[in-house]
Structure formats: structure tokens, C-alpha cells
């Protein structure tokens, strides 16, 4: 049997446990399969992903793609997998996300065209002031 010894990773303050001759190297990472402690590995990645937005008071980690408990603070409790959660967070506050940029992203163009009419106006340029008036009121 090789024997170990105890990295710990700063960035998620967790232990791993990795072979003196795997620290040699290059590319040696603190990753999930080396943790001592994985729950706590992943739940550190959560908290550095999302902050305190959700509750893993239910969570468990078994895998990359099995469903656990998660409980988002404004939605409830909902499943997903570790690989998915790391990435996305729930998908209610996801899809209310992308509404609210959506939203955003039109009111910025709508104001962008306003202004393009007004210069247009204020230029003497009436075909390019009608043309924004008629497509974007």
C-alpha cells in the first residue's frame, strides 16, 4: 500500500489525501476523489459557487449525477445533482434570472433606438426618425 500525505486546499479549506509521488506532479489537483471528507469538499464548492443562497441541511453527496436535497431560501426544496447544482442553482431562480436580463436587454434597446430617433430628429434626418418611430414605438 502507497503511503499519503494530508494536502489541504486552501481556496475550500478541505483535506485531501494524495501520494507523496502524485505531488511531484504537474497537474496534481484537490479534487473530490482524493478528499478525506467529500461531503464537506462539495459543500465547501457550494458555498463558494453560491454563497449562502441555499440550505444543505438534506443534501448528500453520493455522486456526480445523483438527485439531493437542496433547499433554495426564496423556492423551496428542490433535486439535483451535484455537476448540475455547481453550475446552475435552481432553476426557478435561473429562469426568473434570464427573464430579468431579457427584460433588461429590451428596455436597453428600446432606450438605445429612442435616442437613435432623437439625434435623427434633432439632425434634420426625418427618413431614419420615421423609420424608428414606425418599427420601435
Known amino acids: 500500500m502507497k503511503s499519503h500525505v494530508i494536502v489541504i486546499d486552501k481556496n475550500y479549506n478541505t483535506k485531501h489525501s494524495i501520494t507523496p509521488n502524485a505531488l511531484s506532479y504537474k497537474n496534481t489537483k484537490c479534487i473530490i476523489s482524493n478528499s478525506i471528507d467529500v461531503n464537506h469538499y462539495v459543500l465547501q464548492r457550494f458555498y463558494k459557487a453560491h454563497g449562502d443562497t441555499y440550505n444543505y441541511s438534506n443534501f448528500k453527496y453520493n455522486n456526480t449525477k445523483t438527485l439531493s436535497t437542496i433547499i433554495c431560501k426564496v423556492h423551496g426544496e428542490f433535486k439535483q445533482a451535484y455537476e448540475m447544482h455547481i453550475k446552475h442553482g435552481c432553476k ?16 436597453i434597446l428600446i432606450d438605445r433606438m429612442y435616442n437613435v430617433r ?17 418599427h420601435c414605438n
Not at 426557478?92 to 428596455?107: D, E, P, W
Open 92 to 107: 426557478k431562480c435561473g429562469i426568473k434570472s434570464v427573464a430579468s436580463q431579457k427584460l433588461n436587454n429590451t428596455q
Open 118 to 134: 432623437k439625434k435623427a430628429v434633432e439632425l434634420g434626418n426625418t427618413d431614419a426618425a420615421g423609420w424608428v418611430a414606425k
